[in-house]
Nanobody, 122 residues
């Protein structure tokens, strides 16, 4: 399984970015997925998760109302639309595929992308 993130970059506070995670080597549509992030000196944390058919999503409290997770099973791609970005959103963002979506949240698997850097300036 290969996961490739893209779409990161440098943006001013209040701006927007859309991250993409393209998946190959697996049956994309049957797997739940999630976005995680890791800032320097901090643990990796769940940002958002989505069930296999996209009917269920969950978000970290810190991003609710600003970020939207989605997936296009026909393109084997997951997205994270990030609006109203804040400096505290600065981190490396990772996608994860094939974990468990249960009880309203996503639990990661061992399938990670390489990460994409998001930097929000104040």
């Amino acid at each position: 399984v290969q996961l490739v993130e893209s779409g990161g970059g440098l943006v001013q506070a209040g701006g927007s970015l859309r991250l993409s995670c393209a998946v190959s080597g697996s049956t994309f549509s049957i797997n739940a997925m999630g976005w995680y992030r890791q800032a320097p000196g901090r643990q990796r944390e769940l940002v958002a998760g989505i069930s296999s058919v996209g009917g269920s999503t969950n978000y970290a409290d810190s991003v609710k109302g600003r970020f939207t997770i989605s997936r296009d099973n026909a393109k084997s791609t997951m997205y994270l639309q990030m609006n109203s970005l804040k400096p505290e959103d600065t981190a490396v963002y990772y996608c994860n595929q094939g974990g468990l979506y249960y009880g309203g949240t996503y639990y990661y698997s061992s399938n990670w992308g390489q990460g994409t850097q998001v930097t929000v300036s104040s």
